[in-house]
């Protein structure tokens, strides 16, 4: 949908920054904390497996160790490398630079005092522990050292792996961000434009009888000499404009009630098969003029909970909706059934139809069907808006059934 305004595209790309910054928080979020417990839970373990080995230097002499990650390193007394113990064939410019920091170093460093971590030959290695050790050939300094390299791996692995899963989310996210950003503004365009159109058509049917005041008006004005009862004519037009303006304005108003939230149900209990009988009652002269039967068949002793007056308006605009589009001595048929899933009213009149292409617009407002626009009808196509309108407040369905040259019904149900 294109916006045409720049009030939406802002409100539009509002909804898309924000989706996609709470998106994108709680994704880096959740990624922080995978990697952070996994970060302490990797460095729980080293130091456990440190503390092991030192339990097993103070026991045993390590010299016959299977783990391939600990490597011993004595010096003698010249300061020379005169054992080495690993299972790992280890080249000696890396074992030159791991023991290089504890050279002159004639008292035992404890972990505390030795370098955090020493990097050599492409790896990573801690500082168990360092000691002075009686031998055959005589004192020697022993360093134990522990590679933490595959721990390290693990937890870069992680990191990289997160962080391209971020990269590679964050332009769907963008998308899917978007998609509902636009999704979310379609219903606030739809309205706005909904808006215009009835301000427009509103503008155009308020001109129609307007104009007719305003021109009679002024034929009167031009014949000022002439009595008022020569001039009956033109003041009958006047009078018929401003009655057909009264009725657009009645009616403008009872749809902007009908669409308020505010709009009040007041449920009652009453005679749903009385209170139709009796609307049909005031509407038989109406029928009587276009010479059209109306068949009835209503059910008896139907009871409601529910606001009458609405109930009432809606079925009135039914009726009167069936009389203006039924032909000269055509018939409406009218029936008032309870079920058990509700009651239902519906309404049936012959006539031209509603085309298929028509049934989806037939409930918006000003919108009337092919041949009343040409006609000068006396509606102005706002009655089934404000049916439909009342049909959700009450928490009611209205439907429309018809066809060109068909039939037209209109289910109204409680």
Not at 31 to 42: H, K, L, P, Q, R
Request: with cysteine.
């Amino acid at each position: 949908m294109k916006y045409n305004t720049k009030l939406l595209k802002k409100l539009r790309n509002n909804f898309f920054v924000l989706s996609s910054s709470i998106f994108l928080f709680v994704l880096v979020g959740a990624f922080a904390a995978i990697y952070i417990n996994t970060y302490i839970s990797v460095q729980q373990e080293i130091e456990t497996r440190l503390d092991e080995i030192r339990l097993e230097a103070q026991v045993f002499s390590l010299n016959s160790t299977t783990d391939p990650s600990i490597l011993r390193i004595n010096l003698s007394e010249t300061q020379e490398i005169s054992r080495v113990y690993s299972l790992r064939d280890i080249q000696k410019d890396v074992l030159e630079q791991l023991i290089n920091p504890f050279r002159g170093e004639r008292t035992p460093l404890t972990p505390f005092d030795a370098p955090e971590l020493l990097r050599a030959g492409g790896r990573d290695w801690k500082v168990v522990s360092s000691a002075i050790i009686v031998t055959v050939d005589g004192p020697e300094q022993s360093v134990i050292f522990f590679d933490i390299t595959d721990f390290n791996n693990t937890l870069s692995s992680l990191f990289y792996t997160l962080l391209l899963i971020t990269f590679i989310i964050i332009p769907i996210v963008g998308g899917v961000s978007y998609y509902f950003a636009t999704r979310s503004v379609k219903p606030i365009a739809e309205a706005w434009e909904s808006q215009k159109q009835f301000i427009t058509d509103a503008s155009h049917e308020l001109k129609t009888p307007l104009t007719i005041i305003k021109s009679n008006l002024g034929i009167i004005r031009s014949n000022s000499n002439e009595t008022v009862s020569t001039q009956m004519e033109w003041l009958d037009y006047v009078d018929t404009g401003a009655e057909r303006m009264s009725k657009l304005v009645n009616d403008l108003l009872s749809l902007a009630i009908a669409d308020s939230t505010d709009l009040h149900i007041q449920k009652e209990n009453f005679d749903l098969s009385c209170a139709i009988a009796d609307l049909l009652n005031t509407m038989a002269a109406k029928a009587e003029k276009k010479s059209i039967e109306i068949i009835t068949s209503i059910q008896p002793n139907i009871s409601l909970n529910s606001d009458k007056e609405k109930i009432i308006q809606v079925a009135t605009i039914l009726f009167d909706n069936a009389i203006k589009y039924s032909e000269p001595n055509d018939s409406i048929n009218i029936y008032l059934t309870r079920r058990n899933q509700g009651t239902s009213l519906s309404v049936t009149n012959s006539g031209r139809g509603i085309k298929e292409a028509e049934l989806n617009n037939i409930f918006e407002r000003f919108y009337q069907t092919g041949p009343s626009r040409n006609s000068k009808s006396e509606g102005f196509g706002l009655g089934l808006s404000i049916a439909i309108a009342l049909t959700e407040k009450l928490g009611g369905k209205l439907s429309v059934v018809s066809g060109e040259n068909e039939n037209t019904t209109f289910t109204f149900e409680l």
